[in-house]
């Protein structure tokens, strides 16, 4: 790789490349879910459009960028041996569908979500609500997008009024410590709201649809778009104590915020038990 590519030209891909894949996905839940199996645990499903969305993605990006690699939740590495070490390389990170629950059961609350880093940082992403066509993006230091419009995330100041969203994971003890940290979090705040969809969650918070985002067991593909989006939008995207955001935890709050949030999540254990 000679130079790394501007920011604004891998997202012109990840556009066109989104845009077929939540076709696809739309198609498909048109004709009837199919192809249901069950991973993690008896509720972590994936359907027959989980994996076509991601293959098609494959297929486009190497298509586009056949020297990059790849990482999705469903086919995990593509494109050749890690070249994270090359300057200027690559790697595209993808949740063909982000809300597979929703999917299921047809709530319009589901997403392509793709992202394009660059020696390991995050520069580009997008992510489309399947359902309804909605499409956030981002570039690093480029700004927050949704059909035109830049966005500037909430100017909340007092955490007691503060709509606040989250999910919860398919593992049954995990989700059973979630809870814990919920009934403690809900007196503290103006409510919660629990969509389903990671990816998503990050994008209204972007907006100030919801004043902040806080979740425990987030993956790469999960975080990568709307974590750019939401930092791009005013949001301070990060973990406990300094930490990055990651699989720990990830709280996306204003920064009038961030810090009463992440104290009182700090304060309730969220990032720990299983
Ligand atoms: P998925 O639909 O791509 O599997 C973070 O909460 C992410 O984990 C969600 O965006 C969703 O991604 C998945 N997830 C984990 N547990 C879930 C649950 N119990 N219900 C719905 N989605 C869940
Ligand atoms: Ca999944
Ligand atoms: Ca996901
Ligand atoms: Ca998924």
Not at 9 to 25: G, H, K, Q, S, W
Not at 211 to 222: F, H, I, P, R
Not at 237 to 242: D, F, Q, S, T, Y
Request: proline fraction near 5%; charge should be negative.
């Amino acid at each position: 790789q000679d130079t790394a590519p501007a920011p604004g030209e891998l997202l012109e891909i990840a556009l066109v490349v989104a845009r077929e894949a939540a076709d696809t996905a739309r198609v498909m839940r048109v004709e009837g879910v199919s192809g249901v199996t069950t991973k993690s645990t008896r509720t972590d499903v994936v359907t027959a459009a989980d994996r076509a969305v991601e293959r098609q993605v494959l297929a486009a990006l190497r298509e586009a960028r056949p020297q990059d690699t790849v990482l999705g939740e469903e086919y995990g590495d593509s494109g050749g041996p890690d070249r994270s070490a090359v300057p200027g390389a690559v790697r595209w990170i993808v949740d063909p569908i982000d809300g597979t629950v929703n999917y299921l059961y047809g709530l319009p609350q589901y997403a392509v979500s793709l992202a394009a880093e660059v020696d390991g940082v995050v520069v580009a992403g997008v992510v489309r609500n399947a359902a309804t066509g909605d499409e956030w993006t981002a570039t690093r230091g480029g700004g927050a997008y949704r059909a035109g419009r830049r966005l500037r995330c909430s100017t909340e100041t007092d955490l007691g009024q503060a709509l606040v969203a989250t999910g919860f994971g398919y593992d049954s003890a995990r989700r059973v410590h979630q809870a814990r940290v919920l009934a403690q979090l809900i007196p503290q705040i103006r409510d919660i709201r629990r969509f389903g969809a990671a990816a998503l969650d990050l994008c209204l918070a972007a907006e100030g649809a919801v004043d902040a985002y806080y979740e425990k067991g987030l993956a790469a593909w999960d975080l990568a778009a709307g974590g750019l989006i939401a930092a791009e939008a005013g949001l301070r995207v990060a973990g406990l104590a300094g930490a990055a955001a990651g699989p720990d935890l990830v709280i996306a709050a204003p920064p009038t915020l961030f810090e009463p949030l992440h104290d009182l999540l700090a304060g309730l254990d969220a990032s720990g038990g299983p």
